[in-house]
């Protein structure tokens, strides 16, 4: 039992596919770009606070319950950062996700159009 769908419905279907395959192949490497930029410039900002806080404490950057509040704060982000570079190309994450969504409506899209041409319609 097959569900018929119009030829402009079918072409529909492989032109939103392929154009969600193709934005996340365009923008999944900027978007992994950015994240690790962002994931070494949190990096360095808490090199930098340990370094200032370990200045004025020579006893141990830990000994300033600024320094150590903001280093807690930004491992914590940069935490979330990378996993959101880890988790990117799994089910986890939306890259993927998107990338089967697409994938899927251009084999729909497919599959009626071969359908309707053995069908001669």
Known sequence: MWIGVSAGTARRLRL??????????VTAPFERWFLVRRANAMQERIFNLRRAASARFPEGWQRDPVAVAEVAELEYHRAQVRRRIVTQLTLEGWTLRLLLAGGLLFLAGMVVRRRQLADGS
């Open 16 to 25: 939103v596919g392929g154009a969600i395959v193709l934005l996340v192949f």
